[in-house]
T-cell receptor, first 115, second 108 residues
Framework: GAGVSQSPSNKVTEKGKDVELRCDPI?????LYWYRQSLGQGLEFLIY????????KSGLPSDRFSAERTGGSVSTLTIQRTQQEDSAVYLC?????????????FGSGTRLTVV | KNEVEQSPQNLTAQEGEFITINCSYS?????LHWLQQHPGGGIVSLFM???GKKKHGRLIATINIQEKHSSLHITASHPRDSAVYIC??????????FGTGTRLTIIP
């Protein structure tokens, strides 16, 4: 597609339930990133995929968070046993190369609300 | 620790004014990006800099590698420029580290 597509755009879930967030990057972009932005806060790195390399998971806040990228394209971020502090906008971005030398394209995000 | 600092945090100016937003970082970087986030939340990549200066329309971005400092300038500011401007750098680990953002409001 023309841009980075994320789904769902909004998700309300009950505390303790699992959620899956999807990111469809721009075709051909080798790098894919997940970030989150809590209300009134800055952007926080979660995980980074680059080509076939092992992902950089150093930003994942707990073992309840995991992500995978299948076939070097679509990525899914999974949050297990959601907590209220997980409420945030989850943003996905992709770039043609690492370090974003040709810029980053961000998706519109998934607004997650845990009630 | 790899850090990125932006100033000011908030900036309100009259339409037509020249705007400067500053970004400093702590250690050497691979690249620096300026991003724009509008109230609806969408983020747009404005510039990628590894040296020198870039210009796009009324936006100008500069970087001084030795001083570990970058500036984003907006000439002839307009209310539609109102947004949060975010400086983000790529340290050696290849992921973006974000500044806290500068909320710019341009008053007609």
């Amino acid at each position: 597609g023309a841009g980075v597509s994320q789904s769902p755009s909004n998700k309300v879930t009950e505390k303790g339930k699992d959620v899956e967030l999807r990111c469809d990057p721009i075709s051909g972009h080798t790098a894919l990133y997940w970030y989150r932005q809590s209300l009134g806060q800055g952007l926080e790195f979660l995980i980074y995929f680059q080509g076939n390399s092992a992902p950089d998971k150093s930003g994942l806040p707990s073992d309840r968070f995991s992500a995978e990228r299948t076939g070097g394209s679509v990525s899914t971020l999974t949050i297990q046993r959601t907590q209220q502090e997980d409420s945030a906008v989850y943003l996905c971005a992709s770039s043609l190369t690492s370090a974003g030398y040709y810029g980053y394209t961000f998706g519109s995000g998934t607004r997650l609300t845990v009630v | 620790k790899n850090e990125v600092e932006q100033s000011p945090q908030n900036l309100t100016a009259q339409e037509g004014e020249f705007i400067t937003i500053n970004c400093s970082y702590s250690v050497g970087i691979s690249a620096l990006h300026w991003l724009q986030q509008h109230p609806g939340g969408g983020i747009v990549s404005l510039f990628m800099l590894s040296s020198g200066k870039k210009k796009h329309g009324r936006l100008i971005a500069t970087i001084n590698i030795q001083e570990k400092h970058s500036s984003l300038h907006i000439t002839a500011s307009h209310p539609r420029d109102s947004a949060v401007y975010i400086c983000a750098v790529v340290f050696g680990n290849e992921k973006l580290t974000f500044g806290t953002g500068t909320r710019l409001t341009i008053i007609p």
